[in-house]
């Protein structure tokens, strides 16, 4: 039996309640108006059977595998379901040859929905792609971990990336209390009364995953003994008992997320840079050792010159937790980021790396100035290795002369600001100008 049907001689309160409620309609579907809305893309396309090949992106119970249902039951053509968990290359290649004969022989398309996408390696992605770029399947992939980061590029861009958001606790409360109405596929047949508070702590720890609070809801009701008059009364409880704290998501995409956000708040607000900081690593179990090297970087990245300090905090910071190991150590990473986020900050040294690096390209090959080139040996002079000037022989240690090729002569990489330790930087190069 596959996720979309089941056996008519089943019954059907035998199935799980998110199950049985699954959405059939889009009128029935709950959340993400931003995409199958009234009027929007996705909407037309599915009630119009007309649905090219498209990637569902978004975190667990935001309704991708139950759009995915919505399609099959509205598409006129043979809709496969497989799971990239246990699928194979075989199973690919066999769905395409079902594919190719049913189009070639009876003009019917082929709708096949791969789950988990972002579990298919490289070369399984790559036996859809000649069956996707000829159109004979409509592929239709859904994945928890960002695309990007995940999906074969040529399949990426062949595909409509549709991105799911995480659903809201209102969400989560819709879901339930339609669950509890009907008496077909719901809670309905059975008389429960179900206190507002009890909902709403379902629907709070659900943390936007319907799928959750359903099973939580069914939980509930089933296990809780009836009263005199056989109505069952889910209190808060009850509903404490039925569902716990929500587990944190740390997969691959939201660690990069996480330390994306840490980086950028470093730049900006020592509150948040602190919380995503311990945030990732208390909550979602992520090795401050990746913080500690992000912030070293960011320490030279976007503060620079501008406060030297900045680095040799966050070193000794790592140094710190090297010896003294976590939780201890977290006080010492703490210092060193918020020294980072209150110092001045420069991206001077990220720019001058880019002007370089841009110069290299367009030098070509560099020839070393003869006054540079090393004279350690015998005949340096005689093949006119000569005329550098030795700073530290002239006042205040500097002089005019060049120490570029010849062909970037005169150019300027590094700019100092006017922040911090380089306004005294940018003031000493003011000083040396003829």
Not at 105 to 124: A, I, M, P, Q
Not at 279 to 307: H, Q, W
Not at 369 to 380: E, F, I, S, V, W
């Amino acid at each position: 039996m596959d996720l979309f049907s089941y056996h008519e001689e089943e019954a059907p309160r035998a199935r799980l309640l998110a199950d049985r409620m699954r959405p059939l309609t889009l009128d029935e579907y709950i959340g993400q108006e931003a995409i199958v809305g009234p009027g929007k893309l996705l909407r037309r396309a599915i009630e119009g059977d007309q649905v090219s090949s498209i990637l569902l992106y978004g975190p667990p119970g935001c309704g991708k595998t139950t759009l995915a249902n919505i399609i099959s039951l509205r598409t006129d053509g043979d809709f496969v379901k497989l799971n990239a968990v246990d699928a194979s290359v075989k199973d690919v290649r066999e769905v395409i040859e079902r594919a190719r004969t049913n189009k070639t022989l009876y003009g019917k398309k082929t709708t096949l929905f791969l789950d988990e996408v972002h579990r298919f390696n490289t070369s399984r992605q790559d036996a859809l792609l000649p069956a996707v770029e000829q159109g004979i399947i409509i592929f239709i992939g859904a994945t928890t971990e960002n695309p990007f980061h995940h999906v074969n590029g040529a399949l990426l861009s062949r595909s409509t990336l549709f991105q799911l958001e995480a659903l809201e606790e209102r969400h989560a409360l819709e879901a339930m209390r339609r669950a509890l109405s009907d008496k077909e596929r719901g809670l309905g047949f059975m008389t429960i009364q179900a206190e507002e508070d009890a909902l709403a702590h379902i629907a709070a720890m659900a943390g936007g995953d319907i799928r959750r609070a359903l099973n939580a809801l069914e939980l509930a009701a089933v296990t809780t003994p009836s009263q005199i008059d056989g109505s069952v009364h889910i209190t808060l409880e009850v509903a404490q008992e039925s569902i716990r704290k929500p587990s944190i998501r740390a997969d691959l995409s939201t660690q990069y997320d996480v330390l994306s956000a840490f980086h950028k708040s470093v730049r900006g607000s020592s509150d948040a840079a602190l919380f995503w900081f311990l945030y990732a690593v208390e909550k979602l179990g992520m090795d401050p050792m990746t913080f500690l090297r992000r912030l070293i970087v960011a320490c030279s990245e976007d503060i620079g010159l501008a406060n030297p300090q900045a680095m040799l905090q966050a070193v000794t910071a790592m140094d710190a937790y090297h010896k003294i190991g976590w939780p201890e150590a977290k006080y010492n990473i703490a210092q060193a980021i918020l020294f980072a986020v209150e110092s001045p900050k420069s991206n001077a040294t990220a720019v001058a790396i880019g002007n370089v690096t841009a110069a290299i390209e367009r030098a070509g090959n560099a020839e070393v100035p003869l006054h540079l080139r090393d004279t350690h040996y015998k005949g340096a002079a005689e093949l006119g290795h000569a005329g550098y000037k030795y700073p530290h022989d002239f006042p205040n240690h500097f002089v005019e002369q060049q120490y570029l090729p010849d062909s970037l002569n005169g150019s300027r990489f590094y700019k100092p600001s006017n922040q911090g330790t380089e306004d005294k930087i940018k003031q000493n190069q003011q000083r040396r100008k003829p």
